[in-house]
């Protein structure tokens, strides 16, 4: 890729960033408008879990493909064929007339999805090609995805409350009509310094996985752990999981770059992304139930009260991704960790007539986790890799948060089960089991944070780099195979 001058820099950012945007919002800007897709669409538990994890399902399970494909053929093709896609997506979303449609438009719209999150991040990490600067560029990229999450369940109480809740896909459409034309305009195309070879058996493996796990998760509480279609899903993602740890390693160019997990900081980044999306998935899909359901509140007060998360992530996000770029991730880490699991503490003792003020306070220190976490685990993540492995090293990461979204929806609506239709006392009963669940995801945070910085975790980094630097000076036709 051509060297950019430092604003042409900036502006392939702000188009990457306005990307990330829309794609993460639409994860926690459907959770508002849930409760009027139920009353519109006639929706089950299930339905609403499915309305969320049909997107961040597909999601997970794609973008390691997606990012290898587009180290392969190119990162700015790839980006426009996944802004067109999710494009069709939203508007399908729109226009669905019932629950299962839009589902399956909700499906659509992430497969497009997968071709911008982790593509955008590949694009940022070689357009910013000094360290300091390229973390500094990695940190406004990742804090652009706390700030979409917190900002959704605000945009989308208005648009449900003006326009209604098909609202919140329409206002997608625009927005990536924009950015088909800017991507054209201004991004460069880049590639990889060596194309990696598609791996259909490592596709099918992953979305056996992740696929098993969820389905079983949210089917568990209408047909019980026993039936024999639980236990069946459950038996396909402990087979795709071994299928994965035997396949992946026989492969010179697999899906899923085992090496990289050699790396203690890399491993940590992942499993600290899927625990910190995870509790704040949980926090969403509760929350905006919650409010509505329990409280009474319309879809732009319960937004409104999401405020404080929203305006903690915009003045803590920079500033973080500042503090990592100059002192490490391990501080911000470790006061993410310890904030999500005060609030999941602190959400145990909320119920139907807890003081709004009280209420809001809570909400504070999700805000402070969302603030401080997103920018030192993506620095974590693709910092010390190979630039050739830019692209698999940001779509697994990216594929560690959607599988915590997912995981949390999935596990908390679970949890919780039918208890809102039996009273608001019932439902804020069941929900400690969640808060609980939270907790515990805090505390992982926090010991994951103390791991993954220390001197032995960086010589595990600098050994994994290493063993890519040795095969990517083969020429791609003399490596077929690895032992």
Do not use: K
């Amino acid at each position: 890729m051509p060297e950019l001058s430092p604003r042409r820099r900036l502006l392939v950012l702000a188009i990457c960033c306005a990307s990330i945007i829309v794609v993460v919002m639409d994860i926690s800007i459907v959770n508002v408008a849930l409760p009027a897709i139920r009353r519109d669409l006639h929706a089950s538990l299930s339905g609403l879990q499915w309305t969320v994890d049909a997107y961040t399902l597909v999601l997970a399970s794609l973008l390691v493909l997606a990012g290898s494909t587009a180290d392969r053929i190119g990162r700015r093709r790839v980006f426009q064929i996944g802004l067109t896609v999710f494009g069709l997506g939203s508007l399908l979303c729109a226009l669905a007339p019932s629950i299962g449609w839009l589902i399956t438009a909700r499906a659509l719209q992430a497969v497009g999805g997968t071709m911008l999150n982790p593509v955008a991040m590949a694009i940022v990490a070689t357009t910013f090609p000094e360290p300091a600067e390229r973390a500094r560029a990695i940190g406004v990229f990742g804090s652009m995805s706390g700030l979409a999450l917190a900002l959704g369940p605000i945009l989308g109480g208005v648009l449900v409350d003006g326009f209604g809740w098909h609202a919140v896909f329409w206002v997608n459409v625009p927005i990536v009509a924009v950015a088909i034309g800017c991507v054209a305009l201004f991004v460069p195309e880049s590639r990889a310094p060596r194309a990696r070879r598609f791996d259909p058996v490592g596709q099918l493996l992953m979305i056996a996985v992740l696929g098993g796990v969820v389905f079983a998760i949210i089917e568990s509480r209408r047909l019980g752990w026993t039936s024999p279609a639980i236990l069946a899903l459950l038996a396909v993602a402990v087979l795709g999981l071994l299928g994965v740890l035997v396949h992946q390693p026989r492969r010179a160019d697999p899906l899923l770059e085992l090496r990289l997990f050699r790396s203690v900081p890399f491993s940590s980044a992942i499993a600290m992304a899927l625990f910190a999306l995870c509790g704040f998935g949980a926090f969403l899909f509760m929350t905006t139930q919650y409010l509505q359901d329990v409280r009474g509140l319309s879809a732009s007060a319960a937004g409104l009260c999401l405020l404080p998360v929203g305006a903690l992530v915009l003045v803590l996000s920079p500033r973080t991704g500042r503090l990592v770029g100059a002192r490490g991730p391990r501080l911000p880490l470790l006061v993410a960790g310890s904030a999500l699991a005060l609030g999941g503490g602190a959400s145990l003792w909320l119920a139907p007539a807890t003081p709004l003020p009280a209420v809001l306070a809570v909400y504070l220190l999700f805000g402070v986790f969302l603030g401080t976490v997103n920018p030192p685990i993506t620095n974590t993540a693709v910092s010390g890799m190979p630039r050739s492995m830019a692209g698999v090293a940001a779509s697994l990461a990216s594929a560690g948060r959607q599988t915590g979204t997912t995981l949390g929806v999935a596990i908390s609506g679970t949890i919780v089960g039918s208890a809102l239709s039996h009273g608001s006392s019932a439902f804020v009963h069941a929900e400690r089991g969640v808060w609980w669940t939270v907790l515990g995801l805090g505390l992982g945070v926090v010991a994951l944070g103390l791991l993954s910085t220390g001197r032995w975790a960086q010589d595990t980094a600098t050994r994994a780099a290493a063993s890519f630097d040795e095969l990517d000076h083969l020429p791609p036709a003399r490596v077929t195979t690895r032992s």
